[in-house]
């Protein structure tokens, strides 16, 4: 039953929140060379409790509107199969996401009485966004712009607890983050663009049609990359931010398979994983860059 749960909270996504924290502890470690252990921990358990909950609520909507039953299920789109399959009963799936959403805005309410009003427009933005996601931000056509802030607002919520500010540096890497986090949502949704489209949902590909889309993919990397380009031409980032660069390889593969492969579900899939690995790889490179930044600093 328990790799049930963690089958339709979709841990190995949850990564992606795993990273916007980590950036925003690096930088603040490069950056003032502090690190509260207590608020980190504290940062972890409420980011990953909102993070689960916008899943688990993503899959209740998606059985629930007969979308998920309309889709060709892979391991990077067409949800879990846990509700079609009949694992688990669909109001326990809602009363889970929202008693992780309760979770993670108690955390965060913590952060409100202790670091002020830029925590609570954050949390406040956090927790509308995630309850409404599956029934409102998708339908218009937000789906990927919301993953993109999301990705930002844990950088500098982060950042902004362990500082008390917010900085230039933690700006930048938000966009970083949220890039590539948008990235992996966007190539997620080719496969359920019929699915999508039948039930009313407008995502990004849907919008402008698949072949369209296809080429939008590189603006994604392009957004990452450059923001990383500013960060160090302008000082804001360490010299060792450019190892970021080291996946551009990953990223001309995954770009030009998706260019390819956009129609075919079964050929897609080998380069759905590739935009993750790229995406998780990148950010932990840029992870790694400011705690080598700190290194030789010493």
């Not at 009963?89 to 009485?113: D, E, Q, T």
């Not at 039948?198 to 402008?208: E, F, H, P, Q, Y």
């Not at 302008?234 to 996946?247: G, H, K, N």
Request: aromatic letters at 14%; proline letters at 2%; charged letters at 10%.
């Amino acid at each position: 039953m328990l790799s049930v749960w963690f089958r339709v909270i979709r841990v190995r996504f949850l990564l992606a929140s795993v990273i916007a924290v980590s950036v925003g502890l690096a930088i603040n470690w490069w950056q003032n060379f502090s690190f509260d252990l207590l608020d980190s921990v504290l940062i972890f358990a409420g980011v990953m409790s909102l993070h689960a909950s916008v899943d688990l609520l993503n899959d209740f909507w998606d059985f629930k509107r007969g979308i998920d039953t309309k889709t060709t299920r892979t391991k990077m789109s067409g949800g879990t199969g846990v509700l079609p399959g009949g694992l688990l009963k669909p109001s326990s799936v809602y009363r889970a996401g929202v008693a992780f959403l309760i979770v993670g805005s108690a955390i965060g309410g913590y952060f409100v009485i202790t670091d002020g009003i830029i925590i609570a427009v954050i949390l406040g933005f956090a927790v509308l966004s995630i309850y409404f996601y599956s029934t409102k931000i998708v339908d218009s056509g937000l789906g990927e712009f919301f993953v993109a802030v999301k990705g930002s607002m844990i950088v500098l919520g982060t950042y902004y607890i362990q500082s008390g500010t917010i900085s230039i540096e933690s700006i930048l890497a938000g966009i970083v983050v949220g890039s590539l986090s948008s990235l992996v949502l966007f190539i997620a949704s080719f496969p359920d663009h019929d699915a999508d489209k039948s039930k009313g949902r407008k995502t990004l590909v849907i919008a402008v049609g698949k072949q369209r889309a296809a080429k939008l993919f590189w603006i994604f990397p392009l957004v990452s990359y450059a923001s990383v380009l500013i960060g160090v031409f302008s000082s804001v980032f360490p010299l060792t931010s450019l190892i970021v660069f080291f996946s551009v390889p990953l990223m001309i593969k995954s770009g030009f398979g998706l260019m390819k492969n956009f129609n075919s579900i079964e050929k897609l899939v080998p380069f759905m994983s590739s935009t993750l690995m790229y995406s998780r790889i990148t950010g932990a490179l840029f992870v790694g860059s400011f705690l080598i930044g700190f290194l030789a600093t010493l």
